[in-house]
Every structure is written in C-alpha cells, then in structure tokens.
C-alpha cells in the first residue's frame, strides 16, 4: 500500500500511529491546559483512537476504497474533495438556522455572534476537536461495533456485516450522534415539538453523511467532511447575522 494511502485506510502502522496522534493532539486542546488534565484528556484520546481501530478490526467492515487509479490522486486533492462536500453540507444546515429556526429562536443568533467573538484560532481548534472526537465516537468505534454486533446476530457468513447491516448501524449512531447535539440547541424547545425534530432531524443526516462516507472512504475522509461542515458553522456562520 503506498504512502498516501496509509492514513486513509489506518490499516498500516504508520496510519495507526498518525490516528492515534492526531486524536492525543484534539485530546489536549479539547480542555483548558491543565497540569493533570490536558495530559489525562490526551491519553484517553489516544487510547481510544486505538480501541475505535481494533472495534473496526473486529467489526470487519470492509476496508475503504481507494481514490483513483491505484491511488494515484493526490492525497491534498482526496483531503479538498471531503471538506468542500462537508462545506456543502455545512452551508445547507447554515442556511436552515437562519431562515427557519432563528425566527423562532432569536437566541441563535447571539449565540452564533458569541461564537464569532471568539478568536479564529479558537474556533479552529473548536473545529478540531468535534471532528476528530466525534468521529472516533460515532463513527469509528459505535458504528464499527454496531455493524459488528449486527453480523455477528445474524450470523451471517464469515461475520462480515451486509450492507443492511451496515446502513442500519449508521442510521442507529447518527441518530445518537443528532440526540447528543440536541441539549446545545438549548432554546430549541420553545418552537415547540416541531423544531427539535428539525433540529433531530439535521443532525441525523449529517451523521449519516459522515458514516457513509466513513464505511466507503475510511474514518480520515469522514474527519476532514466533518471539518468542512463545522467550517459553514463556525467560521462563515457568524458572517451572515
């Protein structure tokens, strides 16, 4: 497997190691720094980098396609290609908090001017940690296992889950990965039941954008798309109040 490749698939060592280092790096910028803290948040980063790669392992998802003719496409251009999709994806969500759940929550757009007074390096660093973090979560280790778990049920042959097993694994986590969301929408309930099931409902489809392109193109593509999305949100976001 050539270079590029490696952290793609995180199946050589190397591509294990980078995983696992850039998940130690969103672990100590995920907290305040911290004598104890930053290195503890670091550690566990790591350490569950690796456990979402032995869960995937074990799951036996079938290992992420390679980009072009034998790899050959530039692994900046494979990167650009997940964060402008993500982008996309950012933007549409974007556009639905301004026209439709800020008139009904005026609350969103302090709170999205309060996230544009932060400095740009913060919000990077914001950025940084939702979309490795929640990708190792959500992605990596819960619809790895849960693919798994799935295959493994039905005792389907060799235990290689089937693409139903597969999309019902990713609707199951992204729907996990909508509730967690839900509680920061905070002012979401005075529309009533309507706007959280909107709010449910965005998020739901982001996360399964993420696990689709998480099972096809691996968990680093699914990072950089989740990085786009977040990019609409916080950097571009506070530009249009």
């Not at 390679?66 to 402008?84: K, L, S, Y």
């Not at 778990?149 to 060799?158: D, Q, W, Y």
């Not at 954008?209 to 099972?215: D, E, I, K, R």
Request: hydrophobic share 60%; glycine share 10%.
């Amino acid at each position: 497997m050539k270079a590029g490749t490696e952290v793609l698939t995180a199946t050589t060592p190397s591509g294990r190691a980078a995983l696992v280092s850039a998940s130690v790096v969103a672990g100590a910028l995920a907290v305040p720094p911290h004598l104890v803290a930053t290195p503890l948040c670091a550690a566990f980063a790591g350490l569950f980098a690796w456990l979402g790669l032995v869960v995937w392992r074990w799951s036996r998802l079938p290992p992420p396609a390679r980009t072009g003719a034998h790899g050959a496409t530039p692994r900046f251009v494979r990167d650009a290609v997940w964060i402008a999709l993500g982008l996309g994806v950012g933007l549409f969500f974007l556009a639905v908090m301004r026209l439709v759940i800020e008139p009904v929550v005026p609350a969103i757009a302090s709170r999205m001017a309060a996230a544009g007074a932060l400095p740009v390096w913060r919000r990077v660093a914001i950025i940084y940690v939702a979309a490795v973090g929640e990708e190792l979560i959500f992605r990596l280790f819960l619809l790895s296992a849960l693919a798994g778990i799935a295959a493994r049920l039905s005792r389907l042959p060799r235990q290689v889950p089937t693409p139903a097993a597969v999309w019902t694994a990713n609707g199951l986590s992204a729907l996990l990965f909508a509730a967690v969301h839900l509680p920061a929408w905070g002012g979401a309930a005075a529309g009533g039941v309507a706007l959280p099931l909107l709010v449910l409902t965005l998020n739901a489809v982001g996360g399964l954008v993420l696990g689709y392109v998480f099972v096809k193109r691996g968990i680093v593509a699914a990072m950089w798309t989740h990085a786009g999305a977040d990019c609409a949100i916080q950097l571009i976001g506070p530009l249009t109040g």
